[in-house]
DNA sequence: CTAGTATTTGGCCATTTAGCCAAGTACGCA
DNA sequence: TGCGTACTTGGCTAAATGGCCAAATACTAG
């Protein structure tokens, strides 16, 4: 018995993780942590892709809510739209250090 | 300029948030912490698949370090082995609700 | 208006993912 | 030993993802 509440609950919450879920995605939420608004054209240097690549990561964390965007002349300066970020990689962290306890190999 | 050790912390995280980023994944987790210890038998009740699909969902989530398992007898149980899960529920509620406070058009 | 910069979007390809079925493995019981 | 149950793994297909290049859009400066 699954409501249809419930699906779509889940769902939003994989949304957001799997927006969450790539390393250049998070090295862009890291950079936006330390420096509250950076430009795409900044952006690009953090990750070392495309533009249009880094534009498509944005557009999928601005599509979870993550961050917002504001366009300011001919430049597009991102920013961090939720502040618990902090407690959700402390958390991610304390399964890495289990994990490096355990000596569990990963990223196999 | 990118270290060694920054690509993997980052890959680590990514690894270990695409693991979450799952509705059935989801689901199992919560199933996980209300019920403490459950056999894979009953999980596909959960989310209604196949056995090998939660099979393979399982040992993603193994994989990552989120759950572990032990065998008795011919059945294998699955727990939580991560605690601070729930506070990063918590934080992705927050993405949600705040996403649900302005409109944003979620799941599009 | 024209050229140039910043960004997004369309199109394409290679890789990964999720799902199912079927086959393999492990264990318990007769 | 041989059957049945619990689970995992191999093999396949359809769909999603990530990356690049090139084209489109938005804006500035001249």
């Given at each position: ?84 970020l902090k407690s ?21």
């Amino acid at each position: 018995m699954e409501s249809r509440e419930d699906r779509i609950r889940y769902e939003t919450r994989a949304k957001i993780l799997k927006a969450l879920a790539h390393p250049s995605r998070l090295k862009l939420i890291d950079k936006l942590a330390e420096e509250e608004e950076v430009c795409v054209c900044d952006l690009t240097e953090v990750i070392g892709s495309d533009m249009s690549t880094v534009s498509r990561h944005l557009s999928q964390l601005k599509n979870a809510g993550i961050v917002e965007s504001e366009k300011h002349g001919q430049m597009v300066f991102y920013r961090l739209r939720v502040k618990c970020l902090k407690s959700l990689f402390r958390c991610i962290e304390s399964v890495v250090q289990c994990n490096v306890d355990e000596s569990l190999v990963m990223l196999s």
